[in-house]
């Protein structure tokens, strides 16, 4: 059964951090290009960031480079995103995918991030 679960959203202040987790069971973790993407209400979703399979290759959206960092965890099948300097427009549900659950279009519950004062 293919599983994408993340966590660690909340609510913070303007400035603050987070570090999101998405823990994924179901197929080959290690073998994946991963992804964050996020949705605000009424909005589509955005890719944020990406990450090749062994994590020695990442890419951000413009809106958040420099502010958040991708990264992997292979031997605990975990992706994460550290979330630094947040800012309100950054508040969305946000969802991690790889390149593989995207393609049969199957996406997790999302942890919600809220960034205000």
């Known amino acids: 059964q293919v599983q994408l679960v993340e966590s660690g959203g909340g609510l913070v202040r303007p400035g603050g951090s987070l570090r999101l987790s998405c823990a994924v069971s179901?197929?080959?973790?290690?073998?994946?290009?991963m992804y964050w993407y996020r949705q605000a209400p009424g909005k589509e979703r955005e890719l944020v960031a990406e990450?090749?399979?062994?994590?020695?290759?990442?890419r951000y959206a413009d809106s958040v480079k420099g502010r958040f960092t991708i990264s992997r965890d292979n031997a605990k099948s975990t992706l994460y995103l550290q979330m630094n300097s947040l800012r309100p427009e950054d508040t969305a549900v946000y969802f991690c995918?790889?390149?593989?659950?995207?393609?049969?279009?199957?996406w997790g519950q999302g942890t919600q991030v809220t960034v205000s004062s």
């Open positions: 995918n790889s390149d593989w659950t995207i393609s049969i279009d199957y």
């Open positions: 990450i090749n399979n062994t994590g020695n290759y990442r």
């Open positions: 179901g197929f080959t973790f290690s073998a994946s290009d």
